[in-house]
């Protein structure tokens, strides 16, 4: 079992920075990748960005240059920084574990993402 708590959500104006936290417990050992997913009201979850234990990153182009994923594999945490947040970018963002070779995924409970014009 992996348990994930998020934080630093939250409202911020177009143009500003959020912070998002993920920190794992559990059976940490056996994650391959954590990252964040995120759904917007009426829309399907999304991919933001995940990273590997070996620092290997993978992120949809409506994210590069505007969000940074790193992880702190000491502290079993992954963060996300977001910056030059846009509307559309608001969302519930989901932290997620991926483990090795079974490839299953655990889910935080997500934390609000509202981004005003």
């Known amino acids: 079992q992996v348990r994930l708590v998020e934080s630093g959500g939250g409202l911020v104006q177009a143009g500003g920075s959020l912070r998002l936290s993920c920190a794992a417990s559990?059976?940490?050992?056996?994650?391959?990748?954590m990252g964040w997913y995120r759904q917007a009201p009426g829309k399907q979850r999304e991919l933001v960005a995940v990273i590997t234990t070996d620092g290997r990153i993978n992120c949809p182009d409506s994210v590069k240059g505007r969000f940074t994923i790193s992880r702190d594999n000491a502290a079993n945490t992954v963060y996300l920084q977001m910056n030059s947040l846009k509307p559309e970018d608001t969302a519930v963002y989901y932290c997620v574990a991926v483990l090795a070779y079974s490839e299953y995924n655990y889910w935080g409970l997500g934390t609000q993402v509202t981004v005003s014009s």
């Open positions: 559990g059976n940490i050992f056996s994650i391959n990748r």
